[in-house]
């Protein structure tokens, strides 16, 4: 298993250095002075100013998967694509440069490199869906950086619901899927996913996911079925972040649960009973 980074301990107070906007998403760039590079699928709780002031909401932070990071002299650079779909995500999605973000973090357990979710995997396969291909943007530069082969397959309902594909810049081949045509495949990323496994060397694959929890259960069905092996980044409703709350608990397939939060957010599909968690938000 790639190395888990380890947060110091407590919140960090980050500026914001950067903001764009991407398609329907929107990224922005904290420079975490203090804190180490986090590892592929590692993810940070959030909270900015502003929070409390929509009705006392959002009280909690937030979690959020680092899609980009880059040490840099002033400390490491950490880029956060976000969907607008409530309290905190719309604050967090309105923050300008120079706002302060608090921050812990990276958390959870990272991606495992290709070899060790499938020994003598010749690459990685890497599948993306809506706001899921954040942890897939920065596994895929790390795969990259280390000369692994890797084709990424996105998939997003339609133009307002698409964004941050400039994350994945253009070294590596990238499947498009829109459920509404107007771009690449007309249909699911899983669709494609289908016809990357087709072949006698579908047991041999490594391939990563993240997504609504529909897609990753379509995932986890898929590589079943053709042998191949998977690792999901999930979600479920983190309250903490850091194992006290078992607010995100998952069901595993033997039995019990796992905390999400510190046995994952990265599982093997086959570890889970079901990807299909209440509550985790994204359609
Ligand atoms: C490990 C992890 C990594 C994550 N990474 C990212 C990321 O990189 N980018 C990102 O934008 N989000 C990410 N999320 C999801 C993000 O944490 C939630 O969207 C956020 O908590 C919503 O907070 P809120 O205050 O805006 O809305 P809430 O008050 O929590 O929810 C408001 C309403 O929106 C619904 N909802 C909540 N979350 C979502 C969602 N994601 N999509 C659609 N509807 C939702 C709720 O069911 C509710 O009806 C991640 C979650 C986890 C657990
Ligand atoms: S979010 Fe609290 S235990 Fe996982």
């Not at 380890?6 to 980050?14: E, I, K, M, Q, Y």
């Not at 494609?192 to 579908?202: E, F, P, Y």
């Amino acid at each position: 298993m790639t190395a888990r980074v380890l947060a110091p301990f407590g919140a960090r107070t980050t500026n914001v250095v950067a903001r764009r906007e991407t398609g329907g998403y929107v990224v922005f760039t904290a420079l975490d002075a203090d804190g180490p590079d986090p590892a592929p699928g590692q993810f940070y709780m959030l909270r900015s100013e502003g929070w409390g002031s929509q009705g006392g909401r959002p009280f909690l932070p937030r979690a959020f998967s680092v899609a980009a990071a880059e040490r840099t002299a002033d400390g490491v650079r950490l880029e956060f694509l976000v969907e607008a779909v409530g309290p905190g995500t719309s604050i967090l999605a309105s923050l300008g440069a120079g706002a302060e973000l608090t921050i812990t973090g990276p958390l959870g357990r990272p991606f495992s490199e290709p070899d060790e979710v499938n020994p003598g995997a010749p690459g990685a396969i890497m599948v993306g869906g809506g706001i899921g291909v954040a942890p897939i943007a920065i596994l895929r530069r790390h795969l990259t950086e280390q000369g692994i082969p890797g084709r990424t397959l996105l998939g997003f309902r339609d133009e307002a619901h698409s964004g941050g594909l400039e994350l994945f810049g253009a070294c590596q081949e990238v499947g498009l899927a829109f459920e509404d045509g107007h771009r690449g495949h007309q249909g699911y990323v899983t669709d494609l996913l289908q016809v990357a496994l087709k072949g006698d060397d579908a047991a041999a694959a490594a391939v990563y996911a993240c997504g609504p929890p529909v897609m990753l259960e379509a995932v986890r069905a898929i590589c079943a079925e053709r042998g191949a092996q998977a690792e999901l980044a999930m979600e479920a409703p983190m309250a903490c972040g850091y194992g006290a709350c078992f607010g995100c608990a998952v069901p595993l397939a033997e039995g019990g649960y796992m905390r999400l939060c510190v046995d994952g957010p990265v599982v093997r599909a086959d570890a889970i009973e079901t990807a299909l968690v209440a509550g985790s938000g994204h359609r």
